[in-house]
C-alpha cells in the first residue's frame, strides 16, 4: 500500500467532512438542501472504509499503521 494512496484518500475524507460540516450549518439557518447532506455522508461513509480496507490489508506494515495515526484519522 501506498502512502502517497493513503495520504490522498485522507485528504478527500478531511474535504467531505469539512463541506458536511458546512452544509449542517447552511441547514439549521434553514438555507440548506438535505438531499446534498445525504450525498456528503455517502462520500464521507466511502473514504472511510477505504481507508478501514487500506488499514486492513496492510496489517503488518508499520508504515500506513504510522501515516494513518500521523493525520488523526482512525
Not at 455522508?41 to 466511502?46: K, L, R
Amino acid at each position: 500500500m501506498d502512502e502517497e494512496r493513503i495520504l490522498q484518500a485522507i485528504a478527500e475524507l478531511e474535504k467531505w467532512e469539512a463541506r458536511r460540516e458546512r452544509v449542517s450549518a447552511r441547514i439549521e439557518q434553514g438555507d440548506g438542501d438535505a438531499s446534498e447532506l445525504d450525498r456528503i455522508e455517502e462520500q464521507v461513509a466511502h473514504y472511510e472504509r477505504l481507508l478501514a480496507d487500506m488499514k486492513r490489508e496492510s496489517l503488518g506494515s508499520s508504515d500506513v499503521s504510522r501515516t494513518i495515526a500521523r493525520t488523526g484519522n482512525p
